[in-house]
């Protein structure tokens, strides 16, 4: 019992790692210029985001092709650069990141 215990710890403490170092990715990756946690800035906050694509399928996939080449009117009249200077696998990370927030 202590083992499984312990394996639910270290899942715990690798989790919560690996969503700190992608928030710093996000931060890195100037998306946090226009976007914060849990309130709306220049675009949607993240966890209102996560909201509405939690369950949508296909989800992912859309969201990441919008944060590469940018996109407009979802959210409002203000437009998402594109974010050609991000890696694939970094955009890939911080939208997982993101639909992963509750």
């Known amino acids: 019992m202590k083992l499984v215990y312990a394996a639910f710890v270290i899942t ?4 919560a790692g690996t969503a700190a170092a992608t928030e710093k990715l996000a931060l ?3 998306c946090m210029t226009c976007h914060t946690m849990d309130r709306k800035a220049i675009g949607p906050g ?3 985001i996560a909201a509405k694509y939690r369950n949508e399928k296909g ?3 859309k969201m990441i092709q919008k ?3 940018g996109g407009s009117g979802v959210w409002g009249p ?14 890939k990370a911080i939208v ?5 927030l509750k």
């Open 12 to 15: 715990g403490v690798l989790s």
């Open 28 to 30: 890195s990756s100037g």
């Open 46 to 48: 993240y966890k209102e």
């Open 59 to 61: 989800a992912e996939a």
């Open 67 to 69: 944060v590469k080449s």
């Open 78 to 91: 203000a437009p998402m650069p594109p974010n050609p200077h991000v890696k694939d696998d970094d955009i």
């Open 96 to 100: 997982q990141w993101i639909l992963s």
